[in-house]
C-alpha cells in the first residue's frame, strides 16, 4: 500500500521559534499533498493544498505567512510554523495521493507543543 | 461545508453491530472511510464513488447512496480492535480534489 511519512514525530519549541515539518510519499508519486491540523477530540481540518511546483492553496483562516509550504518535488512537501507561539500546538498530518481521484494516504502526523 | 455524521458516539459489546452515517448537502462524487486511534493518524478503510457502491472488507462495509447524499458505515460482529473515532470525507461533484471531513464517531467496543 502506499506509504506516507512524517519528520519529526514529536516537537517541543520555545515560543518564537521557527519548525519545519517533513512530509514524504515512499513508494508512490504524489501529485497533490496535503497539510491537516488536528486539535484534541476534533475532526481534521484542512490548512492547505499543495501541487507539486506550485504555490500551495491556503484555506480560508489559515495564515500563509505563518504556515509555509513547499512542495519541491513529486515526493516531499515542508510545512515550516514560523515565530510559533502556544495556540499553535496541535496535531499536524500531511496526506498524498497519486491523483486527482484517488484517496489520501496519511502521515503518522507530527504533535507540536510550543512552551 | 463539513459532512454531517451520525451518531456523534456509540458504545457497542464485543460482537454487536453498528452503523455510522455520513451526509452532504451537497451533491457528492466519492465518499471515503477512515479510522483514527487515538494519538495516530488516520488509516485509510475504502472508498465509494458514485453509482451507488457497496463495498467491503472483513466484516466492515459501506455503501453510497447519491441520491440521498449519503453513505453509510456497517461494522458486523464488532472486534475490540475496531474502536476509535470513524471519519467520512467527501469529494463533491465538480470540485476536484477538494475533500472535507466530516466530524467523527466516536466507537468505543467494549468487552
Redesign the interface.
Known amino acids: 500500500g502506499a506509504v506516507v511519512s512524517q519528520h519529526p514525530s514529536w516537537v517541543i519549541c520555545k515560543s518564537g521559534t521557527s519548525v519545519k515539518i517533513e512530509c514524504r510519499s515512499l513508494d508512490f508519486q504524489a501529485t497533490?499533498m496535503?497539510w491537516y491540523r488536528q486539535f484534541p477530540k476534533?475532526?481534521?481540518?484542512?490548512m492547505a493544498?499543495s501541487n507539486e511546483g506550485s504555490k500551495a492553496t491556503y484555506e480560508q483562516g489559515v495564515e500563509k505567512d505563518k504556515f509555509l509550504i513547499n512542495h519541491a518535488s513529486l515526493t516531499l512537501s515542508t510545512l515550516t510554523v514560523t515565530s510559533a507561539h502556544p495556540e499553535d500546538s496541535s496535531f499536524y498530518?500531511c496526506s498524498a495521493k497519486q491523483g486527482?481521484?484517488?484517496?489520501?494516504?496519511?502521515?503518522?502526523?507530527t504533535r507540536l507543543l510550543v512552551l | 461545508q463539513?459532512p454531517v455524521q451520525s451518531p456523534q458516539a456509540v458504545i457497542l459489546r464485543e460482537g454487536e453491530d453498528a452503523v455510522i452515517n455520513c451526509s452532504s448537502s451537497k451533491a457528492l462524487?466519492?465518499v471515503?472511510w477512515?479510522r483514527q486511534k487515538h494519538g495516530?493518524?488516520?488509516?485509510?478503510l475504502m472508498?465509494l464513488?458514485k453509482g451507488g457502491e457497496q463495498k467491503g472488507h472483513e466484516k466492515i462495509s459501506a455503501s453510497f447512496n447519491e441520491k440521498k447524499q449519503q453513505s453509510s458505515l456497517y461494522l458486523t460482529a464488532s472486534q475490540l480492535s475496531y474502536s476509535g473515532t470513524y471519519?467520512c470525507?467527501t469529494?463533491w461533484e465538480n470540485y476536484?480534489?477538494n475533500?472535507?471531513?466530516?466530524?467523527?464517531t466516536r466507537l468505543s467496543v467494549l468487552p
Not at chain 1, 476534533?42 to 484542512?46: E, F, K, N, P, Y
Open positions: 497533490t496535503f476534533q475532526s481534521l481540518m484542512l493544498t498530518i486527482a481521484w484517488e484517496t489520501q494516504y496519511f502521515g503518522p502526523g | 463539513q462524487y466519492s471515503h477512515y495516530e493518524a488516520p488509516v485509510f472508498i464513488l471519519f470525507g469529494e476536484g480534489q475533500f472535507v471531513f466530516g466530524p467523527g
